[in-house]
């Protein structure tokens, strides 16, 4: 189960952190094995993948459109995932969503085929951005 929080209403320019809880019956620490990501929807907008990390947390990957703005981390031992969000602009208002793949400690090529391994998701927090 993944559950985001952390979205609200910002001015343009501000930051925002966004996190994502990972729970488990079966285990204590259960996105330890796991790559993941973050995406968004804009209104009448596809889904987008804007950031992602891998399973050990040493590569990360990010749309040309948020890169040197965002940045993705994840503490296991919390069974944390967050985006922290700079120099928001009006376009980056939507609604962010965490996921997850398998868990198979797999390696990716980049953000086009780690969007495609996602298999776990949240339900979203809404973002909204004011000019």
């Known amino acids: 189960q993944l559950r985001e929080s952390g979205g609200r209403l910002v001015k343009a320019g501000e930051s925002l952190k966004l996190s994502c809880s990972g729970r488990s019956r079966q285990a204590a620490r259960p996105f330890v094995t796991h790559a993941m990501a973050w995406f968004r929807q804009a209104p009448g907008e596809e889904r987008e993948i804007v950031a992602a990390i891998n399973w050990s947390g040493d590569e990360t990957w990010y749309s040309k459109s948020v890169q040197t703005r965002f940045f993705i981390s994840r503490d296991d031992d919390k069974n944390m995932l967050s985006l922290q969000m700079n120099s928001l602009k009006p376009e980056d208002t939507a609604v962010y969503l965490c996921?997850?793949?398998?868990?198979?400690?797999?390696?990716?090529?980049?953000?086009?085929?780690?969007?495609?391994?996602?298999?776990?998701w949240g339900e979203g927090t809404r973002v909204t951005v004011s000019s």
């Open positions: 996921a997850a793949d398998e868990g198979l400690q797999r390696g990716y090529d980049g953000l086009d085929d780690i969007s495609r391994a996602m298999a776990y």
